[in-house]
């Protein structure tokens, strides 16, 4: 059953929608985060996907916004932008997120995602596989890894990580539909990854899409909050959509 993760994208303390993650081409939605996230808790979502483009950026940070919503919700959260460092890691765990999300950390110290994945458990840790032309990318999407996407799926699973979210940068906020043929690849491939979809997703179809190819869940952005997606459909559609 496709988890529904409602994603939560913040700068400058605001909500936004970007496209293809940049910055210049953001929508502000004007809506104080902590009821947005009370919005998607009460409309059904499996769980939120926060993530702090000003840590991701290097430019800021939106923690105490992160906290607040931490200390309300009732359904699983996971944090990630701009964890670089197992300390930045743990942190959000032990402020209450359920999952924390590394993206450049994993690729670049290895050592140290192995370390996280022994101490917390490899449930709690999502590796970010954002990908362009086929290539990982890092850094708030600025660095490509020089690695493709379903290679570096390979040596994550190998590595012990269960969680793999899956952005297609180009088509992310583009209202384009998700990269089915590497989603299937990537669950096609693997054994015990579980592949949360992201980039691209604009109605209920795009979900069972998703859902038939294999991944465990999607990623929910600018289609909810322009109406593409509305949770409560999507669950009965989806037959569900929470455990």
Known sequence: MLELWAAIDLLSGAVVTLKQGKEEMKTSWRLEPTEVAERWEREG????????????????????????????????????????????????????????????????????LASLLAARGAERIVVASDYADGKVVTSGWTRSQ???????????????????????????????????????????????????????????????????????GAVIGRALYDGGVRLEEARSSLGGGRR
């Open 45 to 112: 979502a499996y769980g939120l996907h926060i993530v702090d483009l000003d840590a991701a950026f290097g430019k800021g940070s939106n923690r105490d916004v992160v906290l607040r919503i931490l200390e309300r919700a009732r359904i699983p959260v996971e944090v990630g932008g701009g964890v670089r460092s197992r300390s930045a890691a743990e942190g959000w765990l032990e402020a209450g997120a359920e999952r924390v999300i590394v993206g450049t950390l994993a690729y670049k110290e290895p050592e140290t």
């Open 146 to 216: 020089e690695v493709g996407v379903l290679e570096a799926a390979r040596r994550l699973e190998a590595a012990g990580v269960v969680n793999l979210l899956a952005t297609a940068v180009g088509r992310d906020g583009m209202a384009q539909g998700p990269d089915i043929a590497t989603l299937q690849a990537l669950c096609a491939s693997s054994r015990r990854l579980r592949v949360l979809a992201s980039g691209g997703i604009r109605d209920v179809d795009d979900l069972e899409d998703a859902e038939r190819v294999g991944a465990a």
